[in-house]
């Protein structure tokens, strides 16, 4: 059996990526019921691999949303009705978790950078100085615009505030660069399946520490769906409060499997040999990087459109070859192009996608 239904697009966009054939397979097993004996030990096998790869001892919560979801868990638990909340924003993705809180009736506070930019640690620092917070929100790695922050230094900062929660959004980051979630002190460790992970969409996973439960005991509207202290009831039990997506809980145990085989150290070092990769194409072909310098994701680069080419023309042409890349983010349609390299993708992949991206240019460039 094989994915043979539609045509096979190679997706160099942050998300979905491309899922390898094995792993859409892993999928198509018969079902088990969630509280079978057979469902629990899917669950346990799952958590030791998750821990390892967030480097956490915390318990890592499966949930059965996208990312997202886990944003509103975080924000919604991690605050108490009479605090505040900090959001570290650079990006349209970060931009958007400030807003999940508000939505979520929290008092936000927000520390904006123009786009480009990573946060500084200089001004998480003074806004640390002036106000107490229950939590500080930042995203690893900002995918509108193609910035890794420097979550260590914030990690640092934040050293000095043991009653302030850290809060990180490792979506499209995690199993592409490393996230050492102890080491850095993250209390929600945060992300979703179909980024650098290379799975199906519908999954997210979050590295919970124990003083978040603590704090979520304080909190008097936690919702039901997201509720960490439901969720982690359940956990202790290998379980989920409500039906999980067991076919992708199978893919995960695969992927987990293939992943932790090809060691973690040589994923992330194949993720900075296709960001070399990614960024000496961006000079041959004449562009630039819209990130600032230093701050590269190393799972999608942003790409500056200084030769003003014509974005949904190059890829209707790579269309024809299979591929597709993606267009500027919200405001940077056209003004920039975005090029994931993130997950199962290959260099030689890339070898072929940028050879596709030369003959367009020289076509029609
Ligand atoms: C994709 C993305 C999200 C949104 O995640 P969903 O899984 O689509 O809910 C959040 N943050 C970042 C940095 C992302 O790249």
Same mark, same amino acid.
Request: hydrophobic share 40%; glycine share 6%; charged share 25%.
């Given at each position: ?193 179909? *980024? $650098? @992970? ?13 003083? +978040? !439960?603590?704090? =979520? ?117 056209? *003004? $920039? @192009? ?13 070898? +072929? !996608?940028?050879? =596709? ?9």
């Amino acid at each position: 059996m094989s994915p043979k239904h539609s045509e096979h697009i190679r997706l160099f966009i942050p998300g979905p990526v491309e899922v390898r054939a094995e792993i859409l397979e892993a999928q198509a097993e018969w079902m088990i019921g969630h509280r079978s004996s057979a469902f629990a030990e899917l669950y346990a096998r799952l958590q030791p691999k998750l821990q390892q790869s967030f480097f956490t001892r915390n318990p890592v919560y499966v949930y059965t949303s996208s990312g997202t979801g886990i944003w509103e868990s975080a924000s919604r638990c991690a605050v108490r009705d009479n605090r505040k909340i900090l959001h570290l924003t650079c990006g349209a993705f970060s931009e958007r978790w400030a807003e999940v809180s508000e939505w979520n009736g929290k008092q936000v506070d927000v520390l904006a950078v123009e786009w480009g930019q990573p946060n500084s640690p200089e001004q998480l620092a003074e806004a640390l100085r002036r106000t107490e917070y229950d939590a500080v929100a930042a995203v690893m790695n900002e995918t509108s615009t193609g910035v890794r922050n420097p979550i260590e230094a914030y990690a640092e900062v934040l050293a000095d505030y043991p009653d302030t929660l850290f809060l990180v959004d490792v979506v499209s980051a995690y199993m592409g660069d490393k996230v050492p979630t102890d080491e850095w002190g993250i209390d929600v460790c945060l992300t979703s399946t179909q *980024k $650098a @992970f290379a799975l199906p969409p519908g999954m997210a996973f979050g590295a919970v520490s124990s003083a +978040v !439960l603590e704090r =979520a005991k304080q909190v008097k509207n936690r919702g039901y769906y997201f509720d960490v202290l439901e969720i982690d009831r359940h956990h202790q039990k290998n379980n989920t409060p409500a039906t999980p997506p067991i076919a992708l809980m199978y893919a995960a145990d695969r992927q987990l499997d293939d992943i932790l085989d090809e060691g973690l150290d040589n994923r992330f070092a194949r993720h900075q040999r296709m960001q070399q990769m990614a960024h000496e194409w961006v000079e041959r072909a004449g562009f630039e990087l819209y990130s600032a310098p230093g701050y590269h994701s190393v799972t999608v680069s942003n790409v500056r459109n200084t030769r003003g080419i014509d974005v949904g023309a190059l890829n209707s042409f790579l269309k024809k070859r299979s591929m597709m890349i993606s267009n500027g983010y919200g405001k940077l349609k056209d *003004k $920039a @192009f975005r090029i994931a390299h993130m997950g199962d993708t290959q260099p030689e992949d890339l070898e +072929v !996608l940028f050879a =596709a991206m030369d003959d367009y240019l020289a076509q029609e460039g």
